[in-house]
Every structure is written in C-alpha cells, then in structure tokens.
C-alpha cells in the first residue's frame, strides 16, 4: 500500500525577504537596520512560490496507511486508488493557492516532509478512535436521560407547587380593611396553617379576617406614630415647642441610664455611648444656662441649648426606647415614648432627612423603628426600615470604601449590620425577600479580635450573616428545600460561632455584670431561633425527605424551639425589662405555637407554663385595669397568653396523664392531666370533626385537628373589630 505525505502548514514568514534571502537577523522594522546599511529594498511577505516539486513515492513503504478519520463506525467504506496520487491538501489559509508548494527542508530542516506510519499503528489509533466514539455516545444517552428525567420531575414538583398554596404561601386582609397582607410560604405561619389542613371541614371553618396580630407581626395601633404634635402645616416647625418636651435632668439622666444598660445591649446601634452621655449632659447644661427655655441664636443657627439638630434628634429616640425599658407604669411608657418619636421625627423633618441622608441619621431611624416595634405596629416599622434600608444604599453602606478613614469604616459597617438584623428577622418572620441579602459589607471585628474572644456584637453579626446566607438561598420561590447536608453544615457553622465567642458568652458561670447575662441569653435565643427556622423543613409534610432524615432534623428544630422559648424565658429572670424586647418577643411567641403544633410532651407544657408567667407580666403590668384600657402592646400579649391557656386547657381534657421525662440540669413540675372524657359526652364536639367520610376518627387524631385549628385561629386571623376577652 502507497504511502501519502502528510504536508504540514507553511509556516509564518517574520522577516523582510532581504534579510531571508541573505539569512540574516532581522530586526523586524520597517525598513529593517540590515536594509537601511546595506540600501537594500525592504518588503515584507511571502517569497515567490517555487516550481512545484514531484510527490517522492517510496517503494519500500508499501505497506504504511493513510492518516485519516476512522469511516468503518459511520458505516462508510473508503474507496480510493492505491496507484493514483493523493489529492492536493486543504489548506486553511486561503490566501494561497491549493498546490502551494511545501517549504524547501531548507527552512525547516529538523522537520521531515513525509511521515510514515506503520500498519499496525494506524490499526491502534482507528481502534481507540472508535472506542472513544462509543464512549461519548454512551455519555451523551445518559445526559440525555438524565436531563429529561430532572425536567419531569420539575415539571411535576411545578405542578405540585402550582396547585398548593404552599408555593404563594398566605394573603389575608389587614386591620383597616384596605389590602390584602402577603407571607411566604416559609414562614411560621404557614406552617402551623398546613399543620391544622388535616380536615377541609376545619380549613372552611376558619375566620378569614385580619391577619398577624398573635405574632405581633401586624399594625395594632392605627394612628400615624410621626404625627405634628403642635401645627397641621407641613411646612412649619415648631423647634421651640420640641424642646419644651425634654424631661427634667433627672428623667432624662434615667432614661439614658436604661437605654445604656438594657437598650443599647439588646440593640447595640450607637458605637460610643460614652459620647453620647458626654453630649446629653452638655446639652442639660446648655438648658441650665439658657434658663430651660430654647431661644433662637442671633446667628440664626439652629442649635437648640448649643447642640446640633441631628442630636436632638437622636437623643430624643434615646430617650423613647429608655422609656420602654423604664419602670414607669405601662400607659405612661407608651405614650411617653411616642410623644418621643414624634419629636425625633419633627427633628428629622427639619433636616430634610430624606434628601440628605446621613449616617446619624439611619442610626435615629433604626432605634425609632424598633420603639414603634415594641409598641406593636410592626407594619409601620417594616415600611420605615423599608426606607431606612434604601437611605443605606445611597450612602453606600452595603459596599466597602476606602475613601473614609478606619474609625468611619467600622461605623459605617455597624449601622449596615444593625439594620440588617432587624431587617433579617422581619424577612425570616414575613418570608418576604430584601435587598439586604444581596451585598453586605464586612463584619466590623476589632483589630485585637480573635476566635475565642469575639464580641457579642460581632458573633451576632455573624449569625445574622449566615440568615442572609439562608434568605438568599429562598429568594425565588421554586428553590428546593435545603438538604439534609446544608442543613447539617448550616447548624455546624452557629455551634462554630459560638463557640469563638467570649467565655461570658458560652457559659454563665463567666458572666460579672448584667450586661454580660444579657448579651448571653439573646445569642442563644437568636442562635437557636435560626437553627430552627433552618430545621424547620422537617415540620413540613410537602418535604421530599425520607423517614430518617427527617426524624433527625425535627429532632434539631423541636431543641431549637425550645431552645428560644427557654431563653426567653430566662431573659425574663434575668431582668423583667429585659423581655420587652421586640424581636425576642416575637420569636418567643412564635415558637411557642410552632413548638404546640408539633411537640406534645411535658417538656413543652413546662416552658408554656413558664412563658404564661412572663407574658402574664407584661399584661397585669397595670394591675386589673379593664382590657380597652390597658397599651397596645398589654392588649395584644392578653390575646397571646389567652390562646395559649386556651390550647393547655384543650390538651389536658383531650390528653391521659404522662409521667415527666427527665433532663439533666433542669426539674420540671410534673402537669397532671386527667382523663380524656368521652367523645359523644363532649358538648362542643363539632359533627363534621367527629366523623371525616364517614368512620369515626381516632381519639388522638381529632384531639390534634382541633388544637391546631384553634391555634390556627389565634394566629392566623384574630378578630380586632371589637372588644378581646379580657384574660
């Protein structure tokens, strides 16, 4: 058999013809140095394409094979003549003719200009050329089947969203009557809502009213908390009727004393409050000297007692969240603190806060937001921390700069991740997504952070990092459920955090001061309220997970839940103040309820108990003061606890008496439950509960459907038309 060259590309010509035809350097420019020495014409191309040279045939490599692609595994049989001279090489070049001549050895001279193969090797690559066909083929019928498989069972779990509420989670009208409220489909809510869908009768039977009261997610109060306390005309401001609210020296000294002791720890949104101390008592020694009545500067300067408005401000929402956390009785806080706000907000309207953002200004805004949350319009203050998230972005606070120096870098990254832990909680709680969540900053550690020291404030911004890590995960509403091994990487990561933390922070016994005790008990509530919100897919019964996976990641939430509840509680002990916190509060309830839908054991009635005792409280705060007359927040917390009596109440008719499971290190009070009466004796027994198609259901199965179409009840859709039964 013949053998053909295989004719290699000519290679690029670099140099100018001269200086290739004397086979010399060339320096490449035009003209060369060689051409400008020697007055030579300097060109550049190819040289003129020489006669063309006969193909040599060698006799003795008869039996050597063309180099060509493999036509027996596409079924075609290659037909040539032996004898015939090989056709002319395609060459990709088109500039050059097709019987371009090859290049003279000359040029190339390491380089042969026909190469041989023998048989036998040709054989071996045709060999390996086809099995790698069949290899890809292979490959490319299991991606296809693979590939449609994953859409069918897209298409289906699409289908299966489509048609559950699930997918668009819970629209429900809010107090005024004036729109329908939206939660996701993975919030608290919901979960307890599909918990009480055992029975269509029961989800037909629910009141479709108002919605989020009992999770203290909703509007209470409908007054605008930033009304004009002295003119209806939007365009005056009455500086000297704002100063007039400022309380005596010593009123002011103690509400700042509550807001440094208790406020500022469970929120810590001011950086220094040792400058903020210093610059109250200026401005109370300014009011001294003034003789307690502002007057206007002859400069026309409007720095009320020689302070700035942007302090004034910020002093007076100082004072509303230390008024919250006074001993006052409860209707003197309220309304204090939002006389309060409504004079921080007077200030800020001065400022034209707005059009003129400043980080001063997101500080007051942030404190204001969460008085109005305590006060239970947490609608108002999802709007303003709306706004105030927006005025963030326009400063560039989500993004790093360098153009600041190291102590405004780390303020400006403090005030991010403040307003990112109110904004997580109302996106966890809601289950509505926030731009929060798209870009952050770094975590403002300290320069002599280390892990085992960190702060209670930089490990809570890290565990507020990790739910914005979960949020992001959620932001479209056809993501899957995490899996079991994100989920199990998630809850490694806090157990991780904590433990890099603080001794005081990690174990009791390390802990000298009240702040101390109270830093501790929040990042464990918080912690813990996360694993669980984590965990909380197991509660789920749309959840693709099997038995055993699910049995381990309920056990983790159903901990978690307690977890919250228990330190909650403990915050209570700790300090009574301390529990007027909004977002412990709201988490607490939430998981009260979450942990009665899904836990029925002595352990969870202990910590109801225990959460009864401190909500009670908060509610008799004022005494036997009739319900209409108690605060928004007495009035919504008397709904809580008396759902929450409600559901005990049920359970112990409905539930046979259970000996206490032992835990270490802590004693429960043994709930003595009698027995459950029967079912035909029962006079509120509704028939369509008693009997579901026909057989009747199980004692245990009805028991269940009836607490969680209750609690379902409670939270979801609370009357607030009228009067609430007085607890």
């Not at 890099?500 to 008990?521: F, G, K, M, Y």
């Not at 108990?609 to 108690?630: F, I, M």
Request: glycine share 4%; net charge negative.
């Amino acid at each position: 058999m013949p053998t053909y060259p295989i004719r290699r590309r000519p290679r690029e010509c670099k140099t100018c013809l001269p200086c290739r035809a004397s086979k010399v350097r060339c320096d490449r420019n035009v003209p060369c140095s060689n051409c400008v020495k020697r007055n030579f014409t300097c060109s550049y191309g190819r040289p003129p394409p020489a006669a063309k040279l006969p193909v040599p045939v060698s006799a003795g490599t008869a039996s050597s094979t063309p180099l060509q692609p493999s036509f027996s595994s596409l079924g075609i049989s290659p037909s040539y003549d032996a004898s015939a001279p090989p056709p002319p090489p395609t060459l990709r070049d088109g500039s050059y003719a097709p019987d371009q001549t090859i290049p003279s050895s000359s040029d190339d001279p390491d380089l042969p200009e026909i190469i041989d193969i023998s048989q036998e090797e040709w054989d071996e690559i045709n060999t390996k050329m086809v099995a790698m066909e069949q290899i890809l083929g292979s490959l490319h019928s299991m991606f296809n089947s693979h590939s449609s498989r994953k859409r069918s069972e897209a298409m289906t779990i699409a289908s299966e969203r489509k048609s559950s509420t699930r997918s668009e989670g819970v629209y429900g009208s809010n107090v005024l009557r004036t729109g329908a409220v939206h939660l996701g489909s993975r919030s608290a809510l919901v979960d307890i809502l599909d918990k009480s869908k055992g029975s269509e009768d029961m989800a037909q039977a629910l009141p479709q009213e108002d919605l989020l009261a009992e999770l203290a997610l909703g509007n209470e109060s409908a007054a605008y908390p930033f009304v004009d306390l002295w003119s209806s005309d939007p365009y005056t401001f009455n500086i000297a009727g704002v100063c007039a609210v400022l309380p005596e020296d010593e009123q002011c000294r103690r509400f700042l004393s509550f807001y440094k002791d208790i406020g500022a720890v469970l929120y810590p949104v001011l950086p220094d409050l040792d400058a903020l101390e210093q610059k109250t008592n200026r401005l109370i020694e300014g009011r001294r000297r003034a003789g307690g009545v502002y007057k206007p500067d002859a400069n026309g300067l409007v720095k009320p007692f020689g302070m700035d408005l942007p302090f004034l401000s910020l002093l007076f929402a100082v004072l509303a969240s230390g008024c919250q956390l006074s001993d006052l009785p409860s209707a003197d806080r309220e309304l204090t603190s939002w006389i309060y706000v409504s004079c921080a907000y007077q200030c800020l309207r001065m400022l034209n806060y707005v059009s003129q953002p400043t980080v001063e200004v997101i500080q007051i805004l942030l404190i204001i937001s969460n008085v109005l949350s305590y006060n239970m319009n947490a609608g108002a203050s999802y709007t303003l921390l709306g706004m105030t998230e927006r005025m963030c972005l326009v400063l560039g606070l989500h993004v790093e700069s360098t153009g600041f120096s190291l102590e405004e870098q780390a303020n400006r990254r403090r005030v991010w991740w403040t307003m990112a832990f109110q904004n997580s909680h109302f996106s966890l709680a809601y289950d509505r997504p926030s731009i929060t969540m798209v870009s952050q900053p770094e975590i403002p550690f300290d320069r002599k952070s280390m892990p085992g020291h960190r702060t209670y404030f930089e490990t809570l911004c890290r565990v507020v990092s990790l739910a914005l890590e979960v949020l992001r995960s959620r932001m479209y509403p056809e993501t899957q459920e995490p899996r079991y091994h994100e989920i199990r990487e998630y809850k490694q990561r806090i157990q991780h955090m904590i433990a890099e933390a603080t001794p005081h922070l990690r174990n009791r016994d390390q802990c000298r001061s009240l702040a101390d005790h109270i830093e501790r008990t929040e990042l464990r509530l918080h912690s813990s309220y996360l694993v669980s919100v984590i965990c909380r897919v197991s509660l789920d019964r749309h959840a693709h997970l099997d038995d055993q996976r699910r049995a381990l990641i309920r056990e983790d939430c159903i901990s978690s839940l307690i977890g919250t509840v228990d330190a909650f509680v403990e915050l209570h002990e700790i300090n009574s103040h301390c529990s007027r916190s909004w977002i412990s509060l709201q988490r607490s309830i939430a998981s009260a309820f979450l942990l009665v839908a899904n836990h029925d054991g002595p352990q969870t009635w202990e910590l109801i108990d225990r959460l009864e005792k401190v909500l009670t409280d908060h509610v008799y705060a004022d005494g036997d003061a009739e319900h209409n007359n108690r605060t928004d927040s007495a009035r919504h917390l008397s709904s809580s606890l008396l759902a929450l009596r409600e559901i005990r109440e049920t359970f112990r008719t409905r539930k046979p008496a259970a000996p206490p499971v032992p835990v270490p290190g802590q004693t429960y009070s043994p709930v003595i439950l009698p027995s459950p009466p029967s079912i035909d004796t029962t006079p509120a027994l509704p028939p369509n509960m008693v009997t579901a198609g026909g057989p009747m259901l199980p004692m245990e199965d009805w028991g269940m459907r009836n607490i969680l179409g209750r609690v379902s009840d409670v939270m979801l859709f609370p009357s607030m038309s009228g009067t609430s039964p007085v607890v």
